[in-house]
């Protein structure tokens, strides 16, 4: 089964850019069927849906957040990446990746990473 | 945008009692619909897919119905590893939403 880690700053200054990396194991990033994502997590609060690509790389956006948000993906090195800017400290958050199953598109998650939005 | 609209926002329970937990959907999923539950400190884990099909390695005491905008995830006896926050999610268009979560505690 796919593992998933998560990587990247724990701190970014308000207005720059957020930049995570998602490196995945035990499966392939190959198929086209099936979708990648990035959700988060604010402290204490639920889960929001960031952002999603297929192995083609196409992409679907959070409209609250795609005018901000790049996610893109390289099979080469079985990553998956995250770029979110102009942050602010309303984007600290947990960060997670997740990854696809036959059964469901979100089954297997990372860990998590905090970021922190602080100067 | 479907907004998932979990409720009770709390379920107070005792171990061996039976949750009842919804999840409304603004427009139909069409049984494209997910539960995780998530304990303090961990990733969501996802319980079921599809609305009622238990994901690898769930107990049995678990288990989700509902069709068109009305979902139930059921716990038929609470054990002390379940009381944690219970999300559903959706994926029949985009964006995907996440509902705002039900916490099981113990009561």
């Known amino acids: 089964q796919l593992q998933l880690q998560e990587s990247g700053p724990g701190l970014v200054k308000p207005s720059e850019t957020l930049s995570l990396t998602c490196t995945v194991s035990?499966?392939?990033?190959?198929?086209?069927?099936?979708?990648w994502g990035w959700i988060r997590q604010p402290p204490g609060k639920g889960l929001e849906w960031i952002g999603s690509?297929?192995?083609?790389?196409?992409?679907n956006y959070n409209p609250s957040l795609k005018s901000r948000v790049i996610i893109s993906l390289d099979t080469s090195k079985k990553q998956l990446s995250l770029k979110l800017s102009s942050v602010t400290a309303a984007d600290t958050a947990v960060y997670y990746c997740?990854?696809?199953?036959?059964?469901?598109?979100?089954?297997?998650w990372g860990q998590g990473t905090l970021v922190t939005v602080s100067s | 945008e479907i907004v998932l609209t979990q409720s009770p926002a709390t379920l107070s329970l005792s171990p061996g009692e039976r949750a009842t937990l919804s999840c409304r959907a603004s427009?139909?999923?069409?049984?494209?619909l997910a539960w995780y539950q998530q304990k303090h400190g961990q990733a969501p884990r996802l319980l079921i897919y599809?609305?009622?099909n238990r994901a690898t390695g769930i107990p049995a005491r678990f288990s989700g119905s509902g069709s068109g905008t009305d979902y139930t995830l059921t716990i038929s006896s609470l054990e002390p590893e379940d009381f944690a926050v219970y999300y559903c999610?959706?994926?029949?268009?985009?964006?995907?939403?996440f509902g705002g979560g039900t916490k099981v505690e113990i009561k």
């Open positions: 997740a990854g696809p199953s036959s059964r469901w598109p979100l089954e297997y």
């Open positions: 035990g499966g392939s990033m190959s198929s086209s069927n099936y979708y």
């Open positions: 690509i297929y192995y083609s790389g196409d992409t």
């Open positions: 427009h139909s999923v069409s049984s494209y």
């Open positions: 599809a609305a009622s």
């Open positions: 999610q959706h994926r029949s268009s985009w964006p995907l939403t």
